[in-house]
């Protein structure tokens, strides 16, 4: 059977020889976190704004205009760092070593809380097609959690086959909002005129609830590691590319689907329904109204299914007693690196899988209870990533740049009071730096061994041989051009 499965999964690798096919697949599969997050990222905003929709398009432009700045700092990010890495690896170079633990701490957060938001979406999507199930709302939820667990046994596989529910979801939503264009105002759920404060300082407290839009924005800087078959160079503008194709695409979507919910008057949706669910509803026929709702779930799962590869991928990374470069980590017990024919860590999976079902649990399987507490934790990493490029900046003496970065960690640590500011999210906070504080002392404990600033880019290109190009975190930075 794993003959088998190996030989296929060679065919399907084979079909994409040329770099624009490579390209799609891989800008396609690496998406599906921040392109899922439109199914929930509008509804949490217009809730957070307490049904007030006139305020709902500026609050969501706002939202795609950070996103669109970090972006911006990860496209030189990408440059200085074209093996991979992602902030781990800029605080590692710009800190010392010991710093890479907080963007890590971050990244395992924010990957229990991804797989999480996105199964109780995925329930959601099915319980607005099929209202029958909503009384068993958490055990689909995880019910959807153990197949989405069960599907990363087959390793990357998975992973690429869930890539083309993004293609799906984009065209699902591009026929909703041409859909649109022709509909009638309907005015569904409820709907406010004020949203309790003046539409300036509402628009600032309500943006970073809408933040689950900009969670995978950091993964491209990451997962370029798994482009072993290219130089610096490809791994540089595939990483680039998936950024500005990534912003192009949630952008459009956000920006589109919101504008059509403020003048169809699709307000907060009521219980087990979801706003665009009903946007989808009084805006197209029942083929695409069905065929946007099943695109939606699977999208959401594909977003599980990535983090599902990412989490326990980086928790093997932590685990092993010798990297592709040689450089021994090993911090954790080596039986989390432990993997089946399809390269997959199993033990992180099922550990992923029981966090991830807890934190379901706990939450009622809501996702619009989950988003309170999600982003937060990936700005943490947006933070430390940015603030290693303005130090980088300022070393290189790069004043365009130094005012690039500073700007874009200014905005992000606003965006990271003012959610901490709303209290939930302390919690994620807390957590982040709690997984960092441990594995430090894990790392202390075992000698302080190199390597941990590159562990991100050793976990995504784990079992698929070096990275080229890959440098110790001690050697020369790369100067930006």
């Known amino acids: 059977m794993s003959t088998s499965l190996a030989r296929a999964r060679l065919r399907f690798l084979r079909g994409f020889a040329s770099r624009p096919a490579l390209l799609f697949a891989f800008a396609f599969a690496v998406m599906a976190d921040p392109v899922s997050s439109v199914a929930y990222a509008i509804e949490a905003a217009v809730r957070a704004l307490h049904g007030d929709l006139g305020l709902l ?44 633990f907080i963007p890590i701490g971050a990244l395992i957060v924010d990957f229990v809380l991804t797989i999480a938001i996105s199964a109780a979406a995925g329930a959601s999507a099915l319980i607005e097609f099929v209202p029958s199930l909503a009384s068993g709302r958490v055990e689909l939820t995880v019910a959807l959690l153990a197949s989405v667990a069960a599907m990363t046994w087959f390793g990357h596989i998975g992973r690429m086959v869930f890539g083309l529910m993004t293609v799906g979801f984009v065209f699902a939503g591009t026929a909703v909002l041409i859909g649109a264009s022709h509909a009638h ?3 569904v759920g409820a709907i406010t005129h004020s949203s309790g404060h003046a539409a300036f300082v509402a628009v600032l407290l309500s943006f970073p609830v809408a933040m689950a839009l900009a969670t995978g924005v950091e993964a491209p800087s990451s997962a370029i590691a798994q482009l072993g078959q290219l130089d610096d160079a490809g791994r540089r503008r595939f990483g680039r590319a998936t950024l500005w194709l990534t912003l192009g695409i949630v952008g459009v979507l956000t920006i589109g689907l919101t504008a059509a919910a403020v003048r169809l008057g699709i307000g907060i949706p009521g219980v087990d329904h979801t706003q665009i669910g009903n946007l989808a509803r009084v805006t197209s026929g029942h083929g695409v109204y069905v065929f946007f709702q099943v695109t939606t779930a ?20 932590l685990s092993r007693r010798a990297s592709s470069r040689g450089l021994g980590v090993g911090i954790l017990p080596s039986w989390m690196g432990r993997s089946n024919d399809h390269h997959t860590p199993y033990w992180g999976v099922v550990l992923f899988l029981i966090v991830s079902a807890l934190v379901a649990i706990a939450s009622g399987a809501n996702e619009q209870v989950l988003v309170l507490y999600y982003a937060v934790s990936v700005f943490l990493s947006f933070l430390i990533a940015l603030l290693a490029m303005v130090r980088f900046s300022h070393q290189e003496r790069l004043r365009g740049s130094l005012v690039m970065n500073g700007v874009g960690a200014l905005v992000v640590a606003f965006t990271l009071v003012v959610d901490l500011a709303r209290g939930r999210p302390v919690v994620a906070v807390a957590a982040s730096l709690l997984i960092a504080a441990v594995l430090y002392a894990q790392w202390v404990r075992t ?16 079992d698929r041989g070096p990275v080229r190009g890959t440098r110790t975190a001690g050697s020369r930075p790369r100067t930006l051009r």
């Open 185 to 187: 105002p309907a005015r």
């Open 57 to 100: 398009l500026p609050t969501m432009a706002l939202v795609v205009a950070v996103i669109a700045l970090i972006i911006v700092n990860y496209h030189q990010l990408v440059a200085r760092f074209p093996e991979g890495g992602g902030a781990a690896a800029a605080a590692g170079r710009a800190f010392g070593e010991g710093w890479a």
């Open 447 to 462: 000698g302080r061994p190199r390597g941990i600033a590159g562990v991100l880019s050793e976990a995504e290109a784990s």
């Open 298 to 317: 699977l999208l959401l799962l594909a977003a599980a299914s990535s983090s599902f590869q990412a989490g326990p991928g980086l928790l093997k990374a």
